[in-house]
């Protein structure tokens, strides 16, 4: 059956919208095979759209996972933390691990450095923004969750809808200065868990360099590029710049802007678009006593903006 919706022909797929501007749940897909190219190029059409988009039950193995990300373009992956002494809990080297589980298959300490390091993950960010290439589409696929009404859910912003929605003069104002902002790990970490961070300096570090306002160029519509990784905005003396992005970062992430997806079941797989979304961790009582296995793939930027204003280098953040 053809269904169009939003203006877009699905013939293969279901959709669900999930929020008024973006966000789907995705039905109809089988994954125990690999994809036929039209079905494919519909969920593609769906990630445009939406932004982000749900699968539920999908029986993806890391296999699996690894394969139908691959699709989407070429993968990051953790080759440089393990070359640096990180130990890796997963067999796959594609696989970032954004659990609550240690290396030994426990529980981790929610007050262990790692843990803190994570609780960057609860504030509205996008993926690799602070690596000189950033990251295009997110594959998060859940292996473990807590049971029901313990947290751990994750929430979106949508980004694109709120560069439309600010005032006509102040859009005006953003695309004639064209604002460049820089992005760091540290600083978000730093904000995030500020006592176990307090002294780290971001300015010690590279910081990912990419336009404030740009065009995503999928969807061909205009994009606020924020996230709390945004250290400062070039050309601005500290307290203009930090005025800017509250503003900007306030506006994007207010209520009527966001959705909140519940993971159910192991297996359940969200994809994102980190150009024009924004997402954070929702935390919960689960963290000391329930496992919350997930596995996240993540494509790289192939638009041309992918690089931003940064050197091509291998340079990245977070390493021991």
Not at 149 to 174: N, S
Not at 227 to 235: D, Y
Not at 239 to 246: C, G, M, N, P, T
Not at 297 to 313: Q, Y
Request: one cysteine or more; glycine letters at 6%; charged letters at 25%.
């Amino acid at each position: 059956m053809t269904v169009t919706t939003n203006g877009i022909t699905f013939a293969h797929i279901s959709i669900k919208p999930l929020h008024p501007t973006f966000g789907a749940e995705i039905s109809g897909v089988d994954f125990s095979s690999p994809l036929k190219v039209e079905v494919f190029e519909e969920i593609y059409q769906a990630v445009t759209k939406y932004g982000v988009v749900v699968f539920r039950s999908t029986g993806l193995t890391d296999e699996g996972h690894i394969a139908f990300s691959k699709r989407f373009g070429d993968l990051d992956d953790v080759k440089p933390y393990i070359a640096a002494g990180r130990k890796q809990r997963l067999k796959y080297a594609e696989l970032f691990d954004v659990s609550n589980v240690d290396t030994d298959g426990s529980i981790l300490d929610p007050t262990s450095p790692r843990s803190q390091a994570n609780k960057g993950n609860d504030l509205f960010h996008v993926d690799s923004s602070f690596n000189p290439r950033r990251a295009g589409y997110s594959l998060l696929l859940a292996h473990e969750l807590p049971p029901s009404g313990m947290g751990g859910h994750t929430a979106f912003a949508d980004t694109r809808t709120a560069f439309d929605d600010l005032p006509q003069g102040f859009k005006e104002e953003l695309l004639a200065k064209d604002y460049i902002a820089c992005h760091s790990m540290h600083h978000s970490r730093k904000v995030a868990a500020p006592d176990a961070f307090a002294e780290l300096n971001p300015l010690d570090y590279p910081m990912g360099r990419h336009k404030l306002v740009q065009r995503h160029e999928p969807s061909d519509r205009m994009n606020l590029y924020i996230a709390a990784h945004v250290h400062h905005i070039e050309g601005l003396a500290s307290d203009e710049s930090q005025a800017l992005f509250d503003r900007l970062f306030k506006h994007a992430t207010r209520d009527e802007n966001t959705v909140e997806i519940e993971w159910q079941k192991p297996g359940d797989l969200v994809i994102w678009d980190n150009t024009c979304t924004m997402h954070r961790a929702v935390g919960g009582p689960f963290l000391r006593t329930y496992k919350r296995d997930m596995r996240r793939t993540t494509v790289h930027d192939s638009s041309s903006t992918a690089w931003g204003l940064n050197e091509h280098t291998d340079v990245r953040q977070g390493l021991p």
